[in-house]
């Protein structure tokens, strides 16, 4: 008979062990080896049984075995050790403690000692609180929120803030089938499947009221209906995070399955997680802040457009507090910050405009707010858009203003994809900046690595560089010898072969083979060849099987007698993509060939565990996106760290951070190939070629000391060069000093009355703007050489509006045969007269000639105000209607 319910019944500690329910409460037990270590004292068995899970193991081992622990003394010493220090990590001030003290202080003296007050005051230089939203977060294994890249990414952003003190909320959804669990069928084919995740199971606690009543977030939908949620809590070391769920009793099964599967279901299914989300995690965040007494957030950080509709709960909010739409507006956008993760367009969630309607009608949610004003903030309502569509990422960028994508090409690719945002500003204008991401080392890099790196610096300093960073923690690397980086990664090596052969044994007894079909697996894999690691999701773009582009060479590579590679491969297909799923198909049916099955693996169902293995024991990292469709790519980051080498094209964080010393750029044919198939085979023959002549020659030739010389020496380089660059707190620390800080400073001056007062003059400016134009310009006569000085005389008209609306500016710069000006510089000028009988005004300025070749400048007109974060936010410019020889000039020289 089965059971109707599941639940685990947890044994009552004893006293002296009471720590253990906080310290398993804590998912800093997640990356801190002490505590992890700890827990497998308790029962190493019941521990590897528990998968590494805490509240797994408390749930499983025996009352004997606690009682023997309660009286054991070591024991006990450890635990009040581990739990001493988690308590002082959680209250002890960490670098954003220090970093506003400093902040503090350098205010001060700029205003001659006058008194300034503490962080999230109105004179604080950061914010008292960032509520930071996405819609999956990879924290752990135990706690399965995740899919891939993207909420990997979350988890790391939240530990590291933790790490460094930053005093961020995260916000989510709790999924009761996460994402899916992936097998193979016999012939290779994805299979998935969804296993029920009990909350009462997760290292998670139920939100509640000062009387002890579950807390829930109530919103209103079309029909009388209504979608509550509950909040369950995660404590990500020093960071809460809010997880929403609308499994309660009190909901009709339709709004019950909104949080069942992490994108899983239709448009509607998936604009309700969304709005419960945004407006629902809005909620949950003043909720939270209530019952705790954590201060309310001044920044509302959006990991991508998927939690958009937060921007139009804090409209709504303030809307109660008597502001008017576009006031709120503005008050909103000055905290928020969006970041944009793809640079693919089908990656964007896109709504039909009806569907949005109904959702926010007068009967549904927000009715408080007229519809058409809501649908204007996602609308495509630029050209090549379609009208008719609801898009997150562009109501993420309208909501927003400060945004970013995550390299530095990436962000250069997000400016031209959301162009058209700001139609007259070259993509360089656009106001999209970028922060490359990282990764949380604490949490990726091996046991072993730490350990030698605690032997060569000790174990604080180790710590330090880990979570902090600092290029001079990171250089004493350089001092590790040879034979010891040789021996840890031949450790490394090893284990991921001991992991392979079991999780592909278990791989083939899924797909039906019996035991007396399996003796090979013991001989897969060789822990002194060259090990190639290829893990991720399976979108086209990605492309898995560039490597299978000519199997026979390949082949060939696998299989030499004298310098062999092998490969680990595993990732997943979205389930609905029958093509990423028949690219798997693909793989795996070479990967079966018993020629070859010893050499190349595929592992199904990818996740967090396997990726913890699988990056630590591998030699390269293999990354072969079409270039430039990879937003940034931190598994890479997340190989090096451990020592291993990336080979990958020149895309995401590589194109940024790549130098020869510590890796290889497989040469790409993007702007020259434009047949994608002839494409894959330019690319795929590179990546061949890389292997054969540069890659296992490296790997396989010995010094005198019998050690492969030149590759230590790039594992060295890897570590001390790349090591402090792709750390999250790294890039955190960026985030809170590029676009926290100057959001929190935004959000306090954009109090009511200034609100008002800018949402009043912008709405003046765009009414006035038509009649806006650059009405004549002259230079005085100059010889066109370096160094001249060219006097400007512009006449503008400006309509209702005066020069304390505008700037006029020169821009000036090299220029291509077409007359398009590259490398614009900007010069303002000034108004000398005006307005005249025409109403017009006379504007005038040098302008440099500090760069030889074609040259050219033109005019421009710009809305101006002190509150504006950058000359494209309203998107009017005008510029002059001539033709460049009349209005605007080109110089050649």
């Not at 995401?652 to 010393?661: I, L, Q, R, V, Y």
């Not at 050489?785 to 060219?790: I, M, Q």
Request: charged share 25%; proline share 6%.
């Amino acid at each position: 008979m089965k059971a109707i319910r599941r639940f685990t019944v947890r044994p009552v500690l004893p006293e002296p062990l009471a720590p253990l329910h906080e310290l398993a409460r804590n998912l800093r037990w997640s990356w801190h080896a002490g505590t992890r270590e700890l827990f497998a004292s308790v029962d190493p068995e019941r521990w590897v049984e528990s998968d590494g899970d805490p509240v797994r193991l408390l749930g499983s081992v025996a009352t004997g075995r606690l009682a023997e622990l309660a009286a054991d003394e070591g024991f006990l010493a450890r635990l009040s050790e581990v739990t001493d220090d988690l308590r002082g990590y959680l209250h002890d001030d960490r670098w954003y403690q220090a970093h506003q003290t400093q902040q503090t202080q350098q205010t001060q003296q700029a205003q001659g000692g006058q008194g300034v007050s503490g962080a999230g005051a109105p004179g604080g230089q950061l914010p008292s609180s960032i509520a930071y939203f996405s819609p999956e977060f990879g924290i752990t294994a135990a706690l399965p929120q995740y899919s891939g890249g993207l909420g990997i990414l979350a988890g790391d952003h939240l530990k590291a803030a933790s790490d460094l003190g930053v005093p961020l909320i995260g916000v989510g959804l709790l999924y009761r089938h996460g994402y899916f669990r992936q097998s193979l069928s016999r012939d290779g084919w994805q299979q998935e499947t969804y296993p029920v995740i009990d909350p009462n199971e997760l290292p998670v606690t139920l939100l509640r009221e000062p009387d002890g009543s579950p807390a829930h977030v109530c919103l209103a939908l079309p029909g009388a209906r209504r979608l509550l949620a509950r909040v369950w809590l995660a404590q990500v070391g020093r960071v809460p995070l809010l997880m929403l769920d609308s499994d309660v009793e009190e909901n009709d099964v339709h709004e019950r399955d909104v949080t069942d599967r992490l994108y899983g279901g239709g448009s509607e299914h998936r604009l309700l997680q969304e709005m419960l989300l945004g407006i629902g995690g809005v909620r949950a965040v003043r909720t939270y802040c209530r019952i705790s007494g954590h201060p309310a957030p001044e920044v509302f950080h959006t990991n991508e457009g998927h939690a958009g509709f937060l921007g139009v709960e804090r409209i709504a909010e303030l809307g109660l507090e008597g502001l008017d739409f576009e006031s709120a507006l503005e008050a909103v956008r000055a905290g928020t910050v969006f970041t944009t993760h793809t640079p693919v367009p089908a990656g964007i969630d896109r709504f039909d405009r009806e569907l949005v309607a109904r959702h926010f009608g007068r009967d549904a949610e927000l009715p408080g707010l007229d519809v058409e004003r809501i649908l204007g903030l996602g609308m495509e309502t630029y050209a090549g858009g379609d009208p008719n569509v609801f898009n997150m990422a562009v109501m993420g960028l309208r909501l927003a203003q400060r945004a970013n994508g995550v390299s530095t090409l990436h962000g250069a690719v997000s400016r031209e994809m959301f162009s058209g945002l700001w139609p007259g500003f070259d993509a360089e204008e656009v106001p999209i900046t970028s922060v490359t991401n990282g990764v949380h080392a604490p949490t990726w890099v091996a046991p072993e690595v730490f350990r030698l790196g605690a032997r060569q610096i000790g174990e604080r300093r180790t710590e330090d560089a880990l979570s902090v960073g600092g290029s001079d923690r990171w250089d004493a690397v350089g001092e590790i010898g040879d034979r010891d980086i040789w021996d840890l990664r031949r450790t490394l090596r090893a284990q991921l072969v001991d992991e392979v052969r079991e999780r592909l044994a278990a791989s083939w007894r899924q797909r039906g083979a019996g035991a007396a079909e399996l003796g090979w697996v013991d001989g897969v894999l060789d822990p002194d060849v060259l090990t190639i690691g290829f893990a991720r999701r399976v979108p086209s773009y990605k492309r898995l099987t560039l490597m299978l582009r000519d199997p026979d060479r390949l082949m060939r590579l696998l299989l030499d007698e004298e310098r062999p590679v092998q490969i680990v491969v595993a990732g997943k297909a979205h389930p609905a993509d029958d093509g990423g799923k028949r690219l798997v198909q693909e793989l795996v049916r070479f990967t079966d060939d018993p020629r070859v099955r010893h050499r190349i693996v595929f592992l199904p169902d990818y996740g967090m565990a396997m990726a913890q293995k699988l990056y630590p024991g591998c030699d390269i990292w293999l990354n072969n996106p079409l270039r430039p469709l990879e937003a940034c790519g931190t598994s890479g980051m997340k190989a090096a760290l451990n020592g291993c080498l990336n080979l990958s094209v020149l895309d995401g964080w590589w194109d940024e951070w790549f130098a020869p010393d510590f890796g290889w750029a497989i040469p790409t044919a993007d702007g020259t190939a434009t047949d994608e198939h002839r494409r894959d085979d330019l690319e795929a023959a590179a990546l061949y070629d890389l292997l054969e002549r540069r890659v296992t020659p490296r790997f396989y030739e010995r010094g005198p000391d019998g050690l492969p010389d030149r590759w230590i020496e790039m594992v060295r380089q890897t570590l001390t060069h790349l090591g402090p660059k792709v750390l999250a707190g790294r890039m955190v620390r960026e985030y809170v000093e590029k676009l926290y800080a100057p959001a929190a400073r935004a959000d306090r001056a954009l109090t009511p009355d200034v609100a008002r007062e800018l949402a009043v003059w912008k709405a003046r400016v765009r009414r006035a703007w038509p009649r806006v134009a650059v009405d004549h310009v002259e230079a005085s006569a100059a010889t066109a050489e370096l160094g001249a000085t060219l006097a400007l005389h512009v006449r503008v008209a400006l309509g209702e509006l005066g020069p304390d609306d505008v700037e006029v500016q020169a821009v000036a710069g090299r220029v291509d045969a077409e007359d398009r000006i590259a490398d614009a510089a900007t010069v303002p000028l000034k108004p000398v007269a005006g307005p005249d009988e025409e109403g017009c005004w006379s504007y005038e300025g040098p302008l440099a000639l500090d760069r030889t070749g074609p040259y050219g400048y033109t005019v421009r007109i710009l809305p101006a105000h002190r509150l504006l974060t950058s000359a494209a936010e309203t998107g009017l410019v005008t510029v002059p209607s001539q033709a460049p020889g009349e209005g605007a000039g080109v110089l050649m020289r």
